[in-house]
């Protein structure tokens, strides 16, 4: 069936990195674009990014410009998310997301789990 | 722009019908007919339930209606059922190829 699995949860010290990794099944990997999304302890959904994983191409929110870096490796069908300079507010489950084909940037209809990242002093 | 709009909560009854609305700009909501909304259950991931403003996608309940109107979205759901009960959020295309989310708004049903 076509799923999202994500890598395990992460704690990390403030102004470390983290990366995420974020394997697809069940559906030819290069034909849909990845987003990340994070969210931190009962606060909202927050868009970070997108790579086209046909070519690479990547986009970022700005708020995250210098710290995220996105990519993704099609043999093994898998995204990444890196986050670099980790603060504290960065705690947060991060999800990677997809976007379906013939409908609208921000039309994810599968989601992964999620990887808890806590980030520590 | 961090956020766009929308109540904190909002609660009805079984069986009676809600509105939640998502308030932006002529930049994101007004400029463009891409807004889709997600339900969330706690500790789970988001649900895709309404895309392009007012599409579902496959086996969606027909329950769940969007639509759009200038820099304002909705969402309704009618004949609420305790399963709807979870935070929404919904979700605008912003231009040059960026997104952005609401604040979200927690349903309760009585």
């Known amino acids: 069936q076509v799923q999202l699995v994500q890598s395990g949860a992460e704690v990390k010290k403030s102004g470390a990195s983290v990366k995420v990794s974020c394997k697809a099944s069940?559906?030819?990997?290069?034909?849909?674009?990845m987003h990340w999304v994070r969210q931190a302890p009962g606060q909202r959904l927050e868009w970070m990014g997108w790579?086209?994983?046909?070519?690479?191409?990547?986009k970022h929110s700005q708020k995250f410009q210098g710290r995220v870096t996105i990519t993704r490796d099609t043999s093994a069908s898998t995204a990444y998310m890196e986050l670099s300079s980790l603060r504290y507010e960065d705690t947060a489950v991060y999800y990677c997301?997809?976007?379906?084909?013939?409908?609208?940037?921000?039309?994810?209809?599968?989601w992964g789990q999620g990887t808890m990242v806590t980030v520590s002093s | 722009q961090s956020a766009l709009t929308q109540p904190a909560s909002v609660s009805g009854s079984p069986g009676q019908s809600i509105t939640i609305s998502c308030t932006g700009t002529?930049?994101?909501?007004?400029?463009?007919?891409?807004v889709s909304w997600y339900q969330q259950h706690p500790g789970k991931a988001p649900k895709l339930i309404i895309y392009?403003?007012?599409n579902r996608p496959s086996g969606v309940s027909n329950r769940f209606s969007g639509s759009k109107s200038g820099n304002t979205a909705s969402l309704t759901i009618s004949g609420l059922q305790a399963e709807d009960e979870a935070d929404y959020y919904c979700?605008?295309?912003?231009?040059?190829?960026?997104?952005?989310f609401g604040g979200g708004t927690k349903l309760t049903v009585l």
């Open positions: 997301a997809r976007r379906g084909i013939g409908v609208g940037i921000n039309a994810f209809d599968i």
């Open positions: 069940g559906y030819t990997f290069t034909s849909y674009a």
């Open positions: 790579i086209n994983t046909g070519d690479g191409y990547t």
């Open positions: 002529s930049s994101d909501v007004g400029g463009y007919n891409y």
């Open positions: 392009d403003v007012s």
């Open positions: 979700s605008s295309y912003m231009g040059s190829s960026t997104v952005i």
